[in-house]
């Protein structure tokens, strides 16, 4: 059964802080692996997609890495700005199109 | 081009009655999922619908929750009777076709609060 884990929990920055967000996942036979952004009281949005075949996906200050054999991917988050504080979650996809989504890193970028 | 849209955004019941959350989702996707998520917690899949056909409902608790697509366009979620562990927000997503290497759409989901 895939189990997806974020680390950390929680993560406060001051404002300017490049910034790493982990996520493990047990089973490496996935499919895509996703990165969304959830503020409070609103929907998933997608950041960055990543298919099973590539390594790392970039767009502005956010840059995604894979590996799958090691079950990892990492969200790096460039120059963080108040604007970026959210709840970030990490979803595998199988084949069947099934998303299984880690607990979230809730991020808090101090002005 | 519209977004996954659900309603009611916000619903206060009490144990033991009934509830019912509607999806429309990106036109034209064929994929529709429903999806709980729990305060402090990731969305758990509860029903995946391909066309107006069930891909998978292995999580969906059918003694209290039922899922139809009847024509394979919007979706009803419907939870009888409700328990106070139901409260959460319901999330409707889809994508274009099963298997899709695009992006999951999400809509802005049904926050229910059981007392």
């Known amino acids: 059964k895939q189990e997806v884990t974020q680390i950390p929990a929680a993560l406060s920055v001051p404002e300017g802080e490049n910034l790493v967000l982990n996520c493990s996942f047990t089973?490496?036979?996935?499919?895509?692996l996703q990165w969304f952004r959830q503020d409070p009281g609103k929907g998933l949005t997608s950041l960055l997609l990543?298919?099973?075949?590539?390594r790392e996906q970039t767009s502005g200050r956010l840059n995604a890495s894979l590996d799958k054999s090691s079950g990892r991917s990492t969200l790096y988050i460039a120059a963080s700005q108040p604007g970026d504080s959210a709840t970030y979650l990490c979803a595998v996809s199988d084949q069947g199109g099934k998303l299984i989504f880690g607990q979230g890193t809730e991020l808090s970028v101090k002005p | 081009e519209a977004g996954v849209a659900q309603s009611p955004r916000y619903k206060i019941i009490e144990k033991r009655q009934s509830v019912a959350f509607w999806c429309n989702p990106i036109?034209?996707?064929?994929?529709l999922y429903w999806y709980q998520q729990i305060l402090g917690q990731g969305p758990k899949l509860l029903i995946q619908?391909?066309?107006?056909?069930?891909?998978?409902d292995s999580q969906l608790p059918k003694d209290r929750f039922s899922a139809e697509r009847l024509k394979g366009v919007d979706s009803t979620l419907k939870i009888q009777p409700a328990k106070l562990e139901d409260s959460a927000v319901y999330l409707c997503a889809s994508i274009p076709e099963l298997r899709d290497t695009g992006e999951l759409f999400f809509g802005e989901g049904s926050r229910l609060t059981v007392l």
């Open positions: 036109s034209g996707h064929a994929t």
């Open positions: 619908f391909q066309n107006n056909g069930v891909v998978d």
């Open positions: 089973d490496s036979a996935i499919y895509n």
């Open positions: 990543i298919q099973s075949s590539q």
